[in-house]
């Protein structure tokens, strides 16, 4: 039967692609109600998502309301000696520009303290294929 999950996003193009590959998607911010709140066993933030909104502190914090106590959030984190911090980004893709909008970057460096305060401790850190992932639980 597998494991349940649920893609989140706020782009239609992202939520159309999980769709078409057969997996469950709503186009909703993280940060809004979303179905299962309180239950979810995992949490997963690739590609740098914990950048979302700009705030890692508020993303972790709000994980913390999703996933089910004793649940774990995998996140994929910038290498060790890079630098964390807010940046104002957009993406340029196939001609076309985004609005500008408010990321975040932390490094493996600096994920413990960060993931503490919103009470999930660092588990276990670990390269593969030159990416670079915790787990908080």
């Known amino acids: ?30 940060f809004e109600p979303l179905p299962g709140t309180g239950w979810w066993a995992e949490a997963l933030l ?12 508020a993303l972790l914090q709000r994980l913390r309301e999703l996933v089910r106590p004793g649940g774990t ?4 984190l910038s290498p060790p000696g890079a630098q964390s911090g807010v940046h104002t980004i957009r993406l340029r893709q196939a001609g076309r520009t985004s609005d500008w909008f408010t990321w975040a970057t932390v ?16 588990v276990e850190r670990w390269n ?5 992932f915790a787990s908080l639980s």
């Open 1 to 30: 039967m597998g494991i349940p999950a649920l893609g989140i996003d706020i782009t239609p193009l992202a939520v159309e692609l999980t769709r078409r590959a057969g997996g469950p998607a709503l186009r909703r911010c993280v």
């Open 46 to 57: 690739a590609d740098g998502n914990i950048g979302i909104g700009g705030d890692p502190a």
């Open 73 to 76: 959030v995998i996140a994929e």
């Open 107 to 122: 490094s493996i460096d600096d994920i413990a303290p960060l993931a503490g305060r919103s009470g999930f401790p660092v």
């Open 128 to 132: 593969a294929a030159g990416r670079w």
